[in-house]
């Protein structure tokens, strides 16, 4: 096999590349291990001396194909605390075990497996599948085997769709071929209908067809997959498409047709008429009348003939042709074509707009074409003010916020849409928002685009409609002339209880203002601000300000004295006293001396500088006080984070009060979406569609240094994240509690803060577990936790790391006995932790035979419902031998083996109904067994 890796330079190893390294490198390429441990014990050589970050010996032996006997002689000698590491190279993360994979050494992978190597072991962000996936090696021996020595499979299922789609690119058949029958109608599955069988649970027709659909769907089929299997002439991968597509056959047809259209237009090919001729050859296995596809050969024409007939604007002859050619005009589109879109742009009567719809009748309204621009039936009409037409397709299931693509900022909304493509108008935004049921969140989206540079239209002259016409809708009027006419009573606290919540509808955003006065558009300014519910103008003020300043620290550049400026200078045109402006000056310039005083470690002068100017650091960052609340700066985080001495941080913490306390930063891009309307799509990935990036001004900067900054925080969470031990002890010392609560919920614990922002590891959970942290809470909502979206109990080596922890203390309180509890076993069991499972066995400190009576008692019922209508059941394939294999602990897993060979030999001699999965397993640790003896 060619090289994997490239070394290029001889200092990729750690010590003098001498002439007694470079023998020892040939010893290995030539796999002369007798010779290899002779001569490190004659020259007293340390093997793991070669080891760096670009060079790893037994890597370097797997890579040259070495024997099973010469990487064991290199374990021997090199002393690996663990397997689970990898070396960069040539811009590449290397694993021993991913490299044993790519290529196809199992024998290998399995000394490293048995030497406990990971299977789902991350190279820095890169997993041991994405690997072999990049590295273009994947294949269906090794897939295979990954999944064969996986806890669990369920990691493959969402990768699946790439997976099939770079297969297909690649024409790598045997793959996808592999993919479909390993997970459609795979081994579990014909277990389960196998022991429906043998023990005779009835099942309806519709209980079977109902599995068979469950099974199919477990590949969703995407169109694109077609084209390619057709574009790479892999007739059998097409066939292989359709037979596990859920759809009915009619519907994927006239996809493809319109399809091969579509690249018959861009390319000037003959695809349509090729696709049509392998479906009556037979080569595609599609079951449709051929008289069918003989109509729809013919479909160009028809459709030219249709549109003759609609540029015409006549509806009866429009209905003839239709009858005489037994045609449906939904069959006459394509991906940049649609009769009732190019009939609306045309401007026809209404009376053939409603015929056409009528003809649409069982398809629904709320779907798009390309082109120029992306258009929807309802985008269409009211782009051209046809407000009748738009009130018939809303009223015949058109949907005034349905979006192209629903993303994170529903920017492809209709009024966003139109704003974008400069087709919003005066009169067609006001119907927008006069529609019953129009989202909120369309409203303040359109109302960021605004801000975009060179509007096409003033924007506050929509600004100034939204708040009219938005805010005292319609459906408002309607209602209070309905109170008023029917004399329902109503108080006037009622009355201004309505009031506001009607001009709640539009909450204001702090960025809105910003924008505004960036661009000098004070008018825009005064709009929001008569607007603005909230109670208090200075509050407003206030906020505005702490965004510019917060802009100062990152950027220099200095934005809020440009806002003072304009308060003083009255550009805005709204009364402040000058006193509130003063002090608004005053605060930013002591937060900004209080920094430099920490970033000098200079402890005497900002002790003096807080005397003089009578500043108390705790009330200076109290909640609801001018910082802390909305800009996430806090002098002791800020301290901590910024690699503050420990005498500073001990002179700040006796400023405070408490150390138990959580520090909010809403000023994100990432968690606050107020800002996305300075965002552009930038297509780096095809597969995602909702990265942006910020185009104009100043922002920019803004949002790359501080896209990824935690928006809350507490100070053990930054001196943990910032694996700062010495810090995390000063801190508890002086009272800061592990076991701190940011809130009320089970989410509100270090542990939980630390997994939401992706910070939590192995490292750091077993050191909060060793500062006290308390597991009985978590143990005690076990289930809850576990079917929280997202938990970190989820990971099986956070969960073993929390169990193992409280077993422990569990058996040390109880003088060594402690019992685990069977509703644990079952948790383990059904969520198929068996690391858990072999934990819960080794703990529990009754005989360990009646421990594994009890876990094969809860695994058949588990196998057996109570419920004998549902037929359902909870076993995955090979669920018993797949735990066996995974007990890393050899003594307890050959217990274990004898315990279930035991089992099988029992129930057989009583004559009692064999369980087929145990039979299944038995004979499984039984070849096993004896493939352990050969290779002995």
Same mark, same amino acid.
């Given at each position: 096999?060619?090289? @994997?890796?490239?070394?290029?330079?001889?200092?990729?190893?750690?010590?003098?590349?001498?002439?007694?390294?470079?023998?020892? &490198?040939?010893?290995?390429?030539?796999?002369?291990?007798?010779?290899?441990?002779?001569?490190?014990?004659?020259?007293?050589?340390?093997?793991? *001396?070669?080891?760096?970050?670009?060079?790893?010996?037994?890597?370097?032996?797997?890579?040259?194909?070495?024997?099973?006997?010469?990487?064991?002689?290199?374990?021997?000698?090199?002393?690996?605390?663990?397997?689970?590491?990898?070396?960069?190279?040539?811009?590449?993360?290397?694993?021993?075990?991913?490299?044993?994979?790519?290529?196809?050494?199992? =024998?290998?992978?399995?000394?490293?497996?048995?030497?406990?190597?990971?299977? +789902?072991?991350?190279?820095?962000?890169?997993?041991?599948?994405?690997?072999?996936?990049?590295?273009?090696?994947?294949?269906?021996?090794?897939?295979?085997?990954?999944?064969?020595?996986?806890?669990?499979?369920? !990691?493959?299922?969402?990768?699946?769709?790439?997976?099939?789609?770079?297969?297909?690119?690649?024409?790598?058949?045997?793959?996808?071929?592999?993919?479909?029958?390993?997970?459609?109608?795979?081994?579990?599955?014909?277990?389960?209908?196998?022991?429906?069988?043998?023990?005779?649970?009835?099942?309806?027709?519709?209980?079977?067809?109902?599995?068979?659909?469950?099974?199919? /769907?477990?590949?969703?089929?995407?169109?694109? !997959?077609?084209?390619?299997?057709?574009?790479?002439?892999?007739?059998?991968?097409?066939? @292989?498409?359709?037979?596990?597509?859920?759809?009915?056959?009619?519907?994927?047809?006239?996809?493809?047709?319109?399809?091969?259209?579509?690249?018959?237009?861009?390319?000037?090919?003959?695809? &349509?008429?090729?696709?049509?001729?392998?479906?009556?050859? /037979?080569?595609?296995?599609?079951?449709?009348?051929?008289?069918?596809?003989?109509?729809?050969?013919?479909?160009?024409?028809?459709?030219?003939?249709?549109?003759?007939? @609609?540029?015409?604007?006549?509806?009866?002859?429009?209905?003839?042709?239709?009858?005489?050619?037994?045609?449906?005009?939904?069959?006459?589109?394509?991906?940049?074509?649609?009769?009732?879109?190019?009939?609306?742009?045309?401007?026809?009567?209404?009376?053939?707009?409603?015929?056409?719809?009528?003809?649409?009748?069982?398809?629904?309204?709320?779907?798009?074409?390309?082109?120029?621009?992306?258009?929807?039936?309802?985008?269409?009409?009211?782009? +051209?003010?046809?407000?009748?037409?738009?009130?018939?397709?809303?009223?015949?299931?058109?949907?005034?916020?349905?979006?192209?693509?629903?993303?994170?900022?529903?920017?492809?909304?209709?009024?966003?849409?139109?704003?974008?493509?400069?087709?919003?108008?005066?009169?067609?935004?006001?119907?927008?928002?006069?529609?019953?049921?129009?989202?909120?969140?369309?409203?303040?989206?359109? @109302?960021?685009?605004?801000?975009?540079?060179?509007?096409?239209?003033?924007?506050?002259?929509?600004?100034?409609?939204?708040?009219?016409?938005?805010?005292?809708?319609?459906?408002?009027?309607?209602?209070?002339?309905?109170?008023?006419?029917?004399?329902?009573?109503?108080?006037?606290?009622?009355?201004? +209880?309505?009031?506001?919540?009607?001009?709640?509808?539009?909450?204001?955003?702090? !960025?809105?203002?910003?924008?505004?006065?960036?661009?000098?558009?004070?008018?825009?300014?005064?709009?929001?601000?008569?607007?603005?519910?909230?109670?208090?103008?200075?509050?407003?003020?206030?906020?505005?300000?702490?965004?510019?300043?917060?802009?100062?620290?990152?950027?220099?550049?200095?934005?809020?004295?440009?806002?003072?400026?304009?308060?003083?200078?009255?550009?805005?045109?709204?009364?402040?006293?000058?006193?509130?402006?003063?002090?608004?000056?005053?605060?930013?310039?002591?937060?900004?001396?209080?920094?430099?005083?920490?970033?000098?470690?200079?402890?005497?002068?900002?002790?003096?500088?807080?005397?003089?100017?009578?500043?108390?650091?705790?009330?200076?960052?109290?909640?609801?006080?001018?910082?802390?609340?909305?800009?996430? %700066?806090?002098?002791?985080?800020?301290?901590?984070?910024?690699?503050?001495?420990?005498?500073?941080?001990?002179?700040?913490?006796?400023?405070?009060?408490?150390?138990?306390?959580?520090?909010?930063?809403?000023?994100?891009?990432?968690?606050?979406?107020?800002?996305?309307?300075?965002?552009?799509?930038?297509?780096?990935?095809?597969?995602?569609?909702?990265?942006?990036?910020?185009?104009?001004?100043?922002?920019?900067?803004?949002? %790359?240094?501080?896209?990824?900054?935690?928006?809350?925080?507490?100070?053990?969470?930054?001196?943990?994240?910032?694996?700062?031990?010495?810090?995390?002890?000063?801190?508890?010392?002086?009272?800061?509690?592990?076991?701190?609560?940011?809130?009320?919920?089970?989410? /509100?614990?270090?542990?939980?803060?630390?997994?939401?922002?992706?910070?939590?590891?192995?490292?750091?959970?077993?050191?909060?577990?060793?500062?006290?942290?308390?597991? *009985?809470?978590?143990?005690?909502?076990?289930?809850?936790?576990?079917?929280?979206?997202?938990?970190?109990?989820?990971?099986?080596?956070?969960?073993?790391?929390?169990?193992?922890?409280?077993?422990?203390?569990?058996?040390?309180?109880?003088?060594?006995?402690?019992?685990?509890?069977?509703? !644990?076993?079952?948790?383990?069991?059904? +969520?198929?932790?068996?690391?858990?499972?072999?934990?819960?066995?080794?703990?529990?400190?009754?005989?360990?035979?009646?421990?594994?009576? *009890?876990?094969? =008692?809860?695994?058949?019922?588990?196998?057996?419902?109570?419920?004998?209508?549902?037929?359902?059941?909870?076993?995955?394939? /090979?669920?018993?031998?797949?735990?066996?294999?995974?007990?890393?602990?050899?003594?307890?897993?050959?217990?274990?083996?004898?315990?279930?060979?035991?089992?099988?030999?029992?129930?057989?001699?009583?004559?009692?109904?064999?369980?087929?999965?145990?039979?299944?397993?038995?004979?499984?640790?039984?070849?096993?067994?004896?493939?352990?003896?050969?290779?002995?």
């Amino acid at each position: 096999m060619e090289s @994997i890796i490239e070394y290029e330079e001889e200092n990729d190893i750690n010590v003098e590349f001498n002439d007694k390294y470079k023998y020892i &490198l040939e010893l290995i390429k030539e796999n002369s291990v007798d010779e290899l441990c002779h001569y490190l014990h004659l020259n007293s050589i340390n093997l793991s *001396q070669l080891n760096n970050e670009k060079f790893d010996i037994l890597i370097y032996a797997i890579e040259n194909d070495s024997s099973i006997a010469m990487l064991n002689c290199i374990l021997e000698q090199c002393h690996y605390k663990t397997l689970n590491y990898y070396i960069l190279k040539n811009y590449s993360y290397y694993s021993p075990l991913a490299l044993a994979l790519v290529k196809n050494r199992f =024998d290998v992978a399995n000394v490293l497996l048995k030497n406990k190597a990971d299977i +789902h072991y991350r190279m820095f962000d890169c997993s041991i599948y994405q690997f072999l996936f990049n590295k273009n090696a994947l294949n269906k021996h090794n897939l295979l085997y990954m999944l064969n020595n996986s806890i669990s499979i369920n !990691w493959l299922q969402p990768k699946i769709p790439r997976l099939i789609e770079d297969c297909l690119y690649k024409r790598k058949n045997d793959l996808i071929q592999f993919i479909f029958y390993f997970f459609i109608f795979d081994v579990e599955f014909i277990l389960n209908f196998l022991k429906i069988y043998k023990t005779r649970i009835p099942l309806s027709s519709h209980q079977l067809n109902e599995k068979l659909l469950k099974e199919k /769907g477990k590949i969703v089929v995407l169109d694109n !997959w077609y084209n390619l299997a057709f574009e790479k002439e892999s007739y059998d991968i097409f066939n @292989i498409l359709l037979k596990n597509d859920l759809r009915e056959q009619k519907i994927i047809l006239k996809i493809l047709l319109n399809s091969r259209e579509y690249i018959d237009q861009l390319f000037f090919a003959d695809n &349509l008429n090729l696709f049509i001729n392998k479906i009556k050859s /037979g080569e595609l296995h599609f079951d449709v009348d051929k008289n069918v596809l003989n109509v729809m050969m013919t479909a160009k024409e028809k459709r030219k003939k249709v549109v003759e007939i @609609i540029d015409r604007n006549n509806t009866k002859e429009l209905e003839s042709y239709i009858d005489v050619n037994s045609i449906s005009l939904v069959d006459l589109n394509g991906h940049h074509f649609d009769v009732l879109i190019y009939g609306i742009e045309n401007h026809i009567s209404f009376e053939m707009i409603t015929y056409i719809v009528e003809q649409y009748s069982g398809t629904t309204l709320n779907y798009f074409i390309g082109g120029d621009f992306i258009k929807t039936p309802l985008s269409t009409a009211i782009s +051209h003010n046809q407000f009748d037409v738009a009130d018939l397709l809303i009223k015949k299931g058109a949907d005034i916020n349905y979006c192209v693509f629903k993303g994170i900022t529903s920017r492809d909304s209709i009024p966003c849409y139109l704003y974008e493509n400069e087709l919003i108008n005066n009169s067609n935004l006001r119907y927008i928002l006069n529609c019953n049921g129009l989202d909120k969140e369309y409203v303040i989206n359109f @109302i960021n685009m605004l801000s975009k540079k060179k509007p096409y239209t003033p924007p506050e002259a929509f600004l100034e409609i939204i708040m009219k016409h938005y805010i005292f809708d319609h459906d408002f009027i309607l209602h209070i002339l309905y109170v008023y006419k029917h004399g329902i009573p109503l108080s006037r606290e009622q009355l201004q +209880h309505q009031i506001t919540k009607e001009k709640s509808k539009v909450p204001v955003r702090d !960025w809105w203002y910003k924008k505004a006065l960036d661009k000098k558009n004070y008018r825009a300014f005064r709009i929001l601000f008569e607007h603005d519910q909230r109670p208090s103008k200075y509050q407003i003020l206030n906020k505005i300000f702490k965004l510019y300043d917060y802009y100062d620290r990152e950027n220099g550049c200095e934005k809020s004295n440009a806002f003072i400026f304009n308060l003083k200078n009255s550009n805005i045109n709204i009364p402040i006293e000058s006193s509130y402006i003063n002090g608004l000056s005053m605060l930013s310039k002591h937060r900004r001396n209080i920094v430099v005083f920490i970033y000098n470690d200079n402890i005497h002068g900002l002790e003096l500088y807080l005397k003089e100017n009578n500043i108390s650091l705790y009330s200076f960052n109290s909640e609801g006080n001018y910082w802390r609340s909305e800009d996430g %700066f806090d002098i002791l985080i800020y301290a901590i984070e910024n690699d503050a001495s420990i005498p500073m941080l001990q002179f700040i913490i006796n400023q405070y009060e408490h150390l138990n306390y959580f520090n909010c930063c809403y000023f994100n891009y990432k968690y606050d979406y107020d800002y996305h309307h300075d965002f552009k799509r930038y297509p780096y990935d095809s597969m995602l569609s909702n990265y942006y990036y910020v185009t104009e001004d100043d922002d920019s900067n803004y949002y %790359f240094n501080n896209a990824y900054k935690i928006p809350m925080r507490t100070p053990l969470f930054s001196a943990i994240t910032g694996k700062k031990e010495s810090i995390i002890n000063l801190l508890i010392e002086n009272g800061a509690d592990i076991n701190y609560q940011i809130n009320h919920r089970l989410d /509100g614990d270090i542990v939980h803060l630390l997994y939401q922002f992706n910070h939590l590891s192995e490292e750091n959970l077993k050191l909060i577990l060793n500062h006290g942290y308390q597991t *009985q809470d978590t143990i005690d909502h076990l289930e809850e936790e576990l079917e929280r979206e997202p938990s970190y109990l989820t990971n099986f080596n956070f969960i073993e790391i929390i169990f193992r922890h409280y077993l422990k203390e569990a058996k040390r309180r109880n003088n060594n006995v402690f019992i685990v509890k069977r509703e !644990w076993f079952r948790m383990a069991l059904q +969520h198929k932790i068996f690391n858990l499972l072999e934990l819960f066995i080794k703990y529990d400190s009754r005989e360990r035979t009646s421990v594994l009576d *009890q876990l094969y =008692d809860l695994y058949e019922e588990n196998n057996h419902p109570q419920d004998s209508h549902t037929n359902s059941c909870s076993t995955s394939y /090979g669920e018993i031998y797949l735990f066996v294999n995974m007990t890393k602990d050899e003594e307890l897993k050959k217990e274990i083996e004898n315990y279930l060979i035991t089992k099988n030999n029992s129930l057989n001699k009583r004559k009692k109904k064999t369980n087929i999965h145990l039979t299944s397993t038995v004979e499984k640790l039984d070849t096993s067994k004896r493939k352990r003896k050969t290779n002995t």
